[in-house]
């Protein structure tokens, strides 16, 4: 639903509304079938909403009503296991797979038709992730985005239209417009190449005492385009459907890229691939199919001919992995894990137990406890074979380091960074991602060292589904919960809500008390750091999580509860020192626009007994706004909403008329 305000209240708008409205009170909306684009948006992106884009939009709309239904049933399933005080099960392997004509018993046992691997994807060291455009920029300064990524000797590069895409504004549509330009090989993306190019080379020689780009146009070449779409749970703040309610984004970032891109990606010989985020069950994977498969179809391209990668990202998937890759066959060519949102999922499936709390956010690495599992998993699925021996790809998890900063400080967090890329290398992962394009060759010769292009049809267990294996994928163990970690956590929080405010999906952040310690480095974080942080002092707060630590500062304790009193004391400090810092490290100008907003957002999502399912709900309905009195009413109209009935205000507020 979309909802504006009128006479000081938020009212659902509807399209008989739109239609009786007087030309000059309201934006100008164009019809295009069974799309409304918001505003003159039509025309000053008519290089990406073009006839072609929109026919492909309208042939998908009535998909919108199904994501919608799909994602009240994710909230409905939530709410039961809260109020039943019941976990995660694997499925019944005598039923079938929502959507599809596949029992989930064949599906674990590989009796499906999967992919094969395109040529370019059978290596896929190391991918790059970030976005092709930037907030508030002219397009020769965001494409360099793209520049960077096609030029830093990544195999693969995904383009985020998601978690680290901004979207103040249209930035979602300079997204689109960027990989269009660079994927057609425009002269302004050109020139901006050749400049990155000659940038990055400065920079190598002095991090490795050689270039990184020799020949910088055939350089282009090298790189395979990935694009990850918005996950399912997103809505377009551009695009309403025929019944007045907001276009899945899924459905829209989908159209858009493959439609402005494939045929140019096909005479280059290169595969369509897609991300998959956030995806929670094997049914919404099957309605992930049915849209690429119609979007196949109205295209006029075989079924399987675009590829998808899934985000492992969900603790229900990691119950449901083999009924996953048969839900999206021919489509399915690997996992990747996702760390910061799979911890994310595993907090919200669990909030309703008393008992799992998370540690310090540092503790939770891929080899503790329940990630442990989860990882295990998931390369176990991939080497399962499917009815024609084919296997899939396990892309490695994001390392989020920038070699910035003193020189003891990058020497040992690389080495932190190239120790865990062996150590998914190790345990058999084809690749890895980076955050950064300056990481690419500091890991990549991990891979390069192993030699093997892939680990396709590495020999591991097949994936059993037994009480043992439920209770691994929730496992708890011992970890410091100290004051030290609350301050990281609730820092990092509010910087990373400030950051999205101004447009900064992907940010480099580290805690307030690290400004100026060029010891201690920035990492990149995304949308995705932001949701961890807070479920973690959301499960510290509400059900009273031990400290293991003393703090002189404080005065707490090793076993005191780590209590609401402590958390406003601690946001107050850790505010403060964020109003003090330097524009550096948090813009002037956000100190008193989006900065006291991400603070009053934190705050609501804590301060809810009813665990809010995304903090990025809070955070969306509050782009482009920086009026902190218009913030407090969004978010006290979205918590009671949610409250009430389980309903998620998602759609663009302003909108509007």
Same mark, same amino acid.
């Given at each position: 639903?979309?909802?504006?305000?009128?006479?000081?209240?938020?009212?659902?708008?509807?399209?008989?509304?739109?239609?009786?409205?007087?030309?000059?009170?309201?934006?100008?909306?164009?019809?295009?079938?069974?799309?409304?684009?918001?505003?003159?948006?039509?025309?000053?992106?008519?290089?990406?909403?073009?006839?072609?884009?929109?026919?492909?939009?309208?042939?998908?709309?009535?998909?919108?009503?199904?994501?919608?239904?799909?994602?009240?049933?994710?909230?409905?399933?939530?709410?039961?296991?809260?109020?039943?005080?019941?976990?995660?099960?694997?499925?019944? /392997?005598?039923?079938?797979?929502?959507?599809?004509?596949?029992?989930?018993? @064949?599906?674990?046992?590989? #009796?499906?038709?999967?992919?094969?691997?395109?040529?370019?994807?059978?290596?896929?060291?190391?991918?790059?992730?970030?976005?092709?455009? #930037?907030?508030?920029?002219?397009?020769?300064?965001?494409?360099?985005?793209?520049?960077?990524?096609?030029?830093?000797?990544?195999?693969?590069?995904?383009?985020?239209?998601?978690?680290?895409?901004?979207?103040?504004?249209?930035?979602?549509?300079?997204?689109?417009?960027?990989?269009?330009?660079?994927?057609?090989?425009?002269?302004?993306?050109? %020139?901006?190449?050749?400049?990155?190019?000659?940038?990055?080379?400065?920079?190598?020689?002095?991090?490795?005492?050689?270039?990184? !780009?020799?020949?910088?146009?055939?350089?282009?070449?090298?790189?395979?385009?990935?694009?990850?779409?918005?996950?399912?749970?997103?809505?377009?703040?551009?695009?309403?459907?025929?019944?007045?309610?907001?276009?899945?984004?899924?459905? &829209?970032?989908?159209?858009?890229?493959?439609?402005?891109?494939?045929?140019?990606?096909?005479?280059?010989?290169?595969?369509? &691939?897609?991300?998959?985020? %956030?995806?929670?069950?094997?049914?919404?994977?099957?309605?992930?199919?049915?849209?690429?498969?119609?979007?196949?179809?109205?295209?006029?391209?075989? &079924?399987?001919?675009?590829?998808?990668?899934?985000?492992?990202?969900?603790?229900?998937?990691?119950?449901?992995?083999?009924?996953?890759?048969?839900?999206?066959?021919?489509?399915?060519?690997?996992?990747?894990?996702?760390?910061?949102?799979?911890?994310?999922?595993?907090? @919200?499936?669990?909030?309703?137990?008393?008992?799992?709390?998370? /540690?310090?956010?540092?503790?939770?690495?891929?080899?503790?406890?329940?990630?442990?599992?989860?990882?295990?998993?998931?390369?176990?699925?991939?080497?399962?074979?499917?009815?024609?021996?084919?296997?899939?790809?396990?892309?490695?998890?994001?390392? /989020?380091?920038?070699?910035?900063?003193?020189?003891?400080? !990058?020497?040992?967090?690389?080495?932190?960074?190239?120790?865990?890329?062996?150590?998914?290398?190790?345990?058999?992962?084809?690749?890895?991602?980076?955050?950064?394009?300056?990481?690419?060759?500091?890991?990549?010769?991990?891979?390069?060292?192993?030699?093997?292009?892939?680990?396709?049809?590495?020999?591991?267990?097949?994936?059993?589904?037994?009480?043992?294996?439920?209770?691994?994928?929730?496992?708890?163990?011992?970890?410091?919960?100290?004051?030290?970690?609350?301050?990281?956590?609730?820092?990092?929080?509010?910087?990373?809500?400030?950051?999205?405010?101004?447009?900064?999906?992907?940010?480099?952040? #580290?805690?307030?008390?690290?400004?100026?310690?060029?010891?201690?480095?920035?990492?990149?974080?995304?949308?995705?750091?932001?949701?961890?942080?807070?479920?973690?002092?959301?499960?510290?707060?509400?059900?009273?999580?031990?400290?293991?630590?003393?703090?002189?500062?404080?005065?707490?304790?090793?076993?005191?509860?780590?209590?609401?009193?402590?958390?406003?004391?601690?946001?107050?400090?850790?505010?403060?020192?964020?109003?003090?810092?330097?524009?550096?490290? &948090?813009?002037?100008?956000?100190?008193?626009?989006?900065?006291?907003?991400?603070?009053?957002?934190?705050?609501?999502?804590?301060?809810?007994?009813?665990?809010?399912?995304?903090?990025?709900?809070?955070?969306?309905?509050?782009?482009?706004?920086?009026?902190?009195?218009?913030?407090?009413?969004?978010?006290?109209?979205?918590?009671?909403?949610?409250?009430?009935?389980?309903?998620?205000?998602?759609?663009?507020?302003?909108?509007?008329?």
């Amino acid at each position: 639903m979309i909802f504006v305000v009128r006479d000081g209240r938020y009212r659902p708008l509807q399209p008989l509304i739109l239609q009786n409205l007087h030309p000059t009170e309201h934006t100008s909306y164009n019809m295009t079938s069974k799309i409304t684009i918001n505003g003159n948006l039509q025309e000053t992106y008519s290089d990406i909403y073009t006839p072609e884009a929109l026919a492909a939009l309208s042939a998908l709309a009535d998909f919108n009503k199904e994501i919608k239904e799909a994602m009240q049933a994710r909230i409905k399933r939530r709410a039961e296991r809260e109020q039943q005080k019941k976990r995660i099960t694997f499925l019944d /392997p005598g039923s079938y797979i929502p959507r599809t004509n596949i029992k989930v018993q @064949d599906a674990r046992d590989g #009796k499906f038709e999967g992919a094969v691997i395109p040529a370019d994807l059978q290596r896929q060291w190391i991918q790059g992730t970030g976005p092709a455009a #930037k907030p508030n920029a002219p397009i020769e300064s965001s494409i360099r985005n793209v520049a960077y990524a096609l030029l830093s000797g990544a195999d693969g590069w995904m383009f985020d239209a998601e978690d680290a895409l901004g979207q103040v504004q249209t930035m979602s549509l300079d997204n689109q417009r960027n990989l269009k330009l660079a994927i057609s090989k425009d002269p302004v993306f050109l %020139k901006a190449a050749e400049v990155v190019a000659a940038e990055m080379n400065r920079w190598a020689m002095s991090f490795f005492g050689q270039s990184i !780009v020799t020949d910088w146009r055939q350089q282009l070449d090298f790189t395979t385009k990935l694009f990850r779409a918005r996950g399912l749970h997103l809505d377009d703040r551009h695009m309403i459907d025929a019944d007045g309610v907001a276009m899945a984004a899924s459905i &829209v970032d989908m159209s858009l890229y493959v439609v402005n891109n494939y045929q140019e990606l096909q005479k280059a010989g290169s595969s369509i &691939v897609l991300y998959l985020p %956030k995806i929670q069950t094997a049914g919404e994977a099957a309605l992930w199919n049915d849209m690429i498969t119609a979007l196949e179809n109205h295209l006029n391209l075989p &079924v399987g001919t675009i590829k998808v990668y899934l985000l492992v990202e969900q603790l229900e998937a990691t119950h449901q992995l083999m009924e996953i890759r048969a839900s999206l066959g021919k489509h399915f060519v690997g996992y990747n894990t996702g760390r910061w949102d799979y911890i994310n999922s595993v907090a @919200d499936a669990m909030a309703w137990d008393n008992s799992f709390i998370n /540690p310090d956010i540092e503790a939770i690495t891929m080899t503790y406890g329940y990630m442990r599992n989860y990882e295990n998993r998931v390369r176990c699925a991939v080497n399962t074979p499917d009815l024609n021996g084919n296997f899939a790809l396990w892309q490695g998890g994001m390392e /989020p380091n920038i070699p910035v900063g003193s020189e003891e400080g !990058v020497t040992a967090s690389m080495k932190k960074a190239v120790a865990g890329a062996e150590r998914e290398q190790r345990e058999g992962a084809s690749g890895k991602w980076v955050a950064h394009w300056k990481m690419v060759n500091i890991v990549r010769p991990v891979w390069e060292k192993a030699g093997q292009p892939n680990q396709l049809g590495r020999e591991f267990p097949r994936l059993t589904y037994t009480q043992q294996d439920a209770d691994g994928l929730i496992l708890i163990e011992a970890a410091p919960t100290t004051i030290r970690g609350a301050r990281n956590l609730l820092s990092v929080a509010i910087q990373y809500g400030n950051a999205f405010g101004q447009g900064m999906q992907a940010a480099a952040l #580290k805690p307030a008390d690290f400004f100026g310690n060029d010891d201690i480095l920035y990492l990149m974080e995304d949308m995705a750091t932001g949701e961890i942080r807070l479920s973690i002092l959301w499960e510290w707060v509400h059900k009273g999580a031990k400290l293991t630590d003393d703090d002189p500062q404080t005065g707490v304790k090793a076993g005191d509860a780590f209590t609401m009193k402590l958390f406003e004391e601690l946001l107050q400090q850790e505010y403060d020192k964020l109003l003090k810092a330097s524009n550096k490290d &948090v813009f002037d100008t956000s100190k008193t626009t989006t900065l006291p907003i991400a603070r009053e957002i934190a705050v609501a999502y804590i301060n809810s007994e009813v665990k809010l399912p995304w903090f990025i709900d809070l955070l969306n309905i509050n782009l482009n706004n920086t009026n902190l009195e218009v913030a407090k009413e969004r978010i006290r109209i979205y918590v009671e909403t949610f409250k009430k009935d389980g309903t998620r205000i998602t759609g663009n507020l302003d909108f509007k008329a």
